[in-house]
């Protein structure tokens, strides 16, 4: 927190300091984020991992951490979530879902919903979510075929 504050990161969600360097702790450890609530007053995130996965402190199941009882609950620390991509519109054999109401029952509780649509992910989305990937192949391609058609 020293370090946050020490450059200049502070503010609650939206105030006028935050708004100057906008910033979110984020945790996939609920008890990480109610522990930190009395040393900043900046916006902290819960993160939400895939449905098989529990919390990293308290071993919650998803069903728990997402059900409206501890929304209602987290929301005292929190301002919003940030729900793995697959909590959203769920996969199964390549193909989506029907989406689930996570997003709606969120806001039903003031909570945000991190991130926002259209925002760039650079992890745990697939190859989608770098879009260098394919240049970057693109590119190995290339050197390989002039390594290989032009050694000497």
Same mark, same amino acid.
């Given at each position: 927190m020293e370090t946050l504050q020490k450059y200049g990161f502070k503010g609650s969600y939206l105030s006028k300091n935050w708004?100057?360097?906008?910033?979110?702790?984020?945790?996939?450890?609920?008890t990480s984020l109610v522990y930190i609530v009395n040393k900043t007053d900046l916006p902290k995130i819960l993160l939400i991992d895939n449905v098989d996965i529990p919390t990293q402190d308290t071993n919650q199941s998803y069903w728990k951490i997402t059900s409206d009882e501890y929304l209602n609950y987290i929301k005292q620390y929190v301002v919003g979530i940030g729900p793995w991509k697959d909590t959203l519109v769920p996969v199964a054999k390549n193909y989506m879902l029907t989406p689930t109401?996570?997003?709606?029952?969120? %806001?039903?509780?003031?909570?945000?919903?991190a991130p926002k649509p259209n925002t760039f992910m650079p992890f *745990?989305? *697939?190859v989608h979510a770098y879009p260098g990937n394919e240049l970057a192949k693109l590119e190995?391609?290339?050197?390989? %075929? %002039?390594?290989?058609?032009?050694?000497?």
């Open positions: 708004l100057r360097q906008p910033i979110f702790i984020q945790s996939f450890a609920p109401n996570l997003v709606s029952r969120a %806001h039903a509780h003031n909570l945000q919903v *745990g989305s *697939g190995t391609l290339i050197m390989i %075929h %002039h390594l290989v058609t032009k050694f000497r």
